[in-house]
């Protein structure tokens, strides 16, 4: 072999024969190969293995994009490189040419949170502040868009630095979302599934438009503030109450407590009162379509008109509303002077609290049996 010929096959070494990417980390994105001067020689082997596409970048401009498979590097499968660099005859010498290698693995269990509370207008609690957080997965779908709008001329491109990018606009989409939606608050946490359904949507073209693709987006909690949490269960436990059956409850409650405070004869009238007054409205909250009635088997074929129920009455004790009460029951509280004259009471009809002295059907209890002077008199 002369002294050219080795001089000639040590140049030939200087080019690249094989390009391809085997050394890379899970997180890396994008990496461009490297070689000396960018010089790729003719017939040189391009290897792109499963999970990658190679892409070549010519002086700025994107030219030819390979996906996985193996390749000779000649004008036949370079057609945008050849026009750019106006190989009218193929080419003999090497040329020069950025090789950037793109990982289109699916990258998965990433996260994302909203820095910020986000404020919602419910109807029914106002202005409230909620926070979400979740998972998302992607992979790139556009080789040759991801590495003109975002990698750049950057040689190593990892997972963390596209994250950060991906996290705002997904916080960003993701208030837009909710507040759009209009759902009462509690809903929020309850509908995780169609929210994110419904997020993944909104946010795709975002994503397609620098060469993303969003595979999967996960709302795993909607938080609130804790005092906001009780309201709301609150709130549902009482819309799910039959009130009326509540409030008869709450009136026999109350009765049997005032009973339970009274002694002697008063008190025995007031657990007597108590008794018919509590076997009324249970008998009403057990038979409700029949207003406490007997059983149809118990009943005679005419129904009789009912009974015409005895005045109730209200009272202030110690600084106290007490009752409901019959008027036996009010005179035996005045006989043991749990109640005087100038006591407060009250009863439908009535349009304030009036001193028990004012009240014409109670002045009998005064003590009062004189007829009043004839007029004139």
Known sequence: M?????????????FIDIIEWLDYTPDTICHRFERYQNEIK??????VREGQTAVFINEGQLADVFTPGTYTLNTQNLPILTTLKGWKYGFDSP????????????????????????????????????????????KISDAGKFITDIVGTDNNFTNFEINEHLKSLIATRFTDTVGEANLPIELYAANTTELSETCKEVMQPEFQSVGISLEKFFIENVSMPEDLKKEIFEYSRIDKLDLDKLTKFKTAKAIEAAAANEGGTAGAGMGMGMGFVLAQQMGGMMNPQMGGQQPPAQQATSMPPPIPQPTQ?????????????TIEQLSALFANRTINKDSLVWKQGLKDWTPLKDVDELKAFLGGNTPPPLPGA
Do not use: M
């Not at 003719?42 to 290897?47: R, S």
């Not at 009455?313 to 106290?320: C, I, K, M, S």
């Open 95 to 138: 040329f020069k040419a950025e090789v950037y290698f793109v990982n289109t693995h699916l990258f998965t269990d990433e996260k994302w949170g909203t820095k910020n509370p986000i404020t919602l207008n419910d109807e029914r609690f106002g202005l409230v502040e909620i926070r979400a957080f979740g998972t998302y997965a992607f």
């Open 313 to 325: 009455y209200y009272y202030a004790a110690n600084g106290q509303q007490a009752g409901p009460v």
């Open 42 to 47: 003719n017939n040189a082997k391009l290897i």
């Open 2 to 14: 002369g002294i050219f010929d080795k001089i000639k096959e040590k140049l030939s070494h200087e």
